[in-house]
């Protein structure tokens, strides 16, 4: 299958300051990526859809201005967590579908984000 | 908008012995269904997945069936190891432009017992 890799893996900041969480499609061209937030024992939750070149559609309820999404190309997608809080801990997720006609989505490993 | 609902939330199956974990959805627009396997800290890895035009597709030890009219799809996992221990995922995607996202079921945490 299509290799989708995030950086980094894991991140420690304090509270207040931004992080920034890569994406990126390895072997394949992305015409949509989705960044997902997913909390322990529970299932994956969809934050953003984005299409390269146009900004990104959030979810209902998602702060677009705290959780700032930019797919520049058609490999990268970045998310980045500002002015981030305790709360905002969590395991972030990115995934990439190919484009034209294909459903399949593959997922990156996750970032692990602790707020202190 | 699409919801799924996934069954058993937990599942511990003797090693060797056959697993199956259901889904139903409720959009009929939805056409495409794939299943994914998490293991712990890690992100979801797609295992199988079926389209709306196939009753049942097959890749090894693992199969979905998809029965359209009663809207409901299943995981089944032949001959189980160890390894296959992990929460598994179901999905559907809708196929009307603007609904093009994935919804997931809450998932199953399926144990292996050795």
């Known amino acids: 299958g299509a290799v989708v890799s995030q950086h980094p893996s894991w991140v420690i900041c304090k509270s207040g300051t931004s992080v920034k969480i890569e994406c990126r499609s390895l072997?394949?061209?992305?015409?949509?990526m989705f960044w997902y937030r997913q909390f322990p024992k529970q299932s994956l939750m969809l934050m953003a859809t984005s299409n390269e070149g146009s900004k990104a559609t959030y979810e209902q309820g998602v702060e677009k201005d705290k959780f700032l999404i930019n797919h520049a190309s058609l490999t990268l997608s970045t998310l980045t967590v500002t002015s981030a809080h305790p709360e905002d801990s969590s395991f972030y997720i990115c995934?990439?579908?190919?484009?034209?006609?294909?459903?399949?989505?593959?997922f990156g490993p996750g970032t692990r984000l602790t707020v202190l | 908008g699409e919801n799924v609902e996934q069954h058993p939330s937990t599942l511990s199956v003797q090693e060797g012995d056959s697993a199956v974990i259901k889904c139903t959805y409720s959009d009929s627009a939805s056409n495409y269904f794939p299943w994914y396997k998490q293991e712990l800290g890690k992100g979801p890895q797609l295992i199988i997945d079926?389209?709306?035009?196939?009753g049942e597709k097959k890749d090894q030890r693992i199969a979905v069936t998809l029965n359209k009219t009663a809207k409901h799809f299943s995981l089944h996992i032949t001959e189980t190891q160890p390894e296959d221990s992990a929460v598994y995922f179901c999905a559907a995607k809708g196929s009307n432009f603007g609904n093009e996202k994935l919804t997931f079921g809450t998932g199953t945490r399926l144990t292996i017992i050795p």
């Open positions: 072997d394949f061209q992305a015409t949509t």
């Open positions: 079926i389209r709306s035009n196939v």
């Open positions: 995934s990439a579908r190919r484009g034209g006609l294909t459903d399949t989505q593959y």
